[in-house]
């Protein structure tokens, strides 16, 4: 009687388990399939129109400054001037407004460890912070991005 007891208590606390509702991390790496249509699959880009993401990137990433940049390129978009691994760009890369902060930290995260494998050591985003930067950052144009840039660390 005392097992059969036991044995339901277990059971119960292991459905609860499963029952409850699992917040989820967003798949940085599936959130980087778009990011791939331009960037490429192994982020080496297409010279002079769609910038490696590489060492630079991980440069940006060790700073405020950079982290910044980084953020808003991906929730305002970004239109250089800009030089990137020594070569110009000046394109436009379309704001990816419809991820929510906690799939721009995946993806920043994706790209900073499995893309971008040169460089600095990398400093995950966290939700919070992409919360705090877009929101900071929501009256910038892809240009006023651009414009960053340099002050972000890039080349
Ligand atoms: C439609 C094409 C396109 C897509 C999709 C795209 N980008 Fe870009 N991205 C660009 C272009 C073009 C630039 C450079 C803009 C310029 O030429 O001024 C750029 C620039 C960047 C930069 C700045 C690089 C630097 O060193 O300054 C980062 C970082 C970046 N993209 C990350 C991403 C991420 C992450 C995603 C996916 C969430 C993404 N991009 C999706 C086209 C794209």
Redesign the pocket.
Known sequence: MRAAALALGVGAAALTALTLPVHAAPDGAA??G??A???TKTGAGVPG???P?GE??RV?GSSEAGRR??TL??TRG?????K?GGKP??????A?AT?DDASVAA??NH?GTEIAKTGPAFKPFAEAEVAGIRAGGAALSAQDV?KL?AAAG?Q
């Open positions: 959130i980087y778009r990011c249509a331009c960037h129109v769609f910038p993401l630079d990137f940006m940049y980084l390129v991906v970004v239109s250089g001037p800009i990137v760009y000046a394109g436009v890369m379309p990816q991820l993806v920043l790209v651009g840039h890039g």
